[in-house]
């Protein structure tokens, strides 16, 4: 049961962290060599919209088998703590997700409206400097959390 969970728990990462990776690198990259700023808004708002769908739909798996291997494991008590530092760090940064998810349409409507649509160059290059942060810090939480785990069953 519990090999089942991690792996339906890693594809659902996967799926997700793939396509912010994807977001990132692959995505970011075109819209800075449009010209124009409604081109870039549109194709910037119709990709990340569809993702969103995508990842909601991960996070939430990834949520509920994150939290049945605690249960199975036995381990609610261990998080917080260095013994359990691999699932805090993936449960801090699920919080972190859920809530950018959640507010998601608030924040694009404020990026993109009144006097700000007028510098879509300077917002464009915040958008990628924070997506080049949360994909970092998500691929160094996959990092440490198989290599916590790895260690852990090493003792
Ligand atoms: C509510 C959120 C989450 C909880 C409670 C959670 C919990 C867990 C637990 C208990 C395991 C089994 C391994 C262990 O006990 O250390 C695990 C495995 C794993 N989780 Fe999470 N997780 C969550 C979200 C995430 C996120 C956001 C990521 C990626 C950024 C992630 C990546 C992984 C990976 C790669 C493994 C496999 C580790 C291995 O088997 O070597 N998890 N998770």
Redesign the pocket.
Known sequence: MIAAL?AV??VA?VV??GGVVFVTTVVFPMIMRMEDSMEKVIFFQGTERRFAKIAKICVVI??I???L??QL?H?WSSLFSLD?I??TL??L???M?VFMLLFEAEVFNFLFSGSAQHDTKKIFRKLTVAHWVIMLV?LT??AV??L???L?LMK
């Open positions: 991690t728990h890693v990462v997700w962290i990834a949520g088998t994150g939290a291997l605690l494991e381990r359990g691999g699932p993936m449960l940064l699920w919080t997700f998500s939480v996959i959390g198989i916590a785990n790895h852990k």
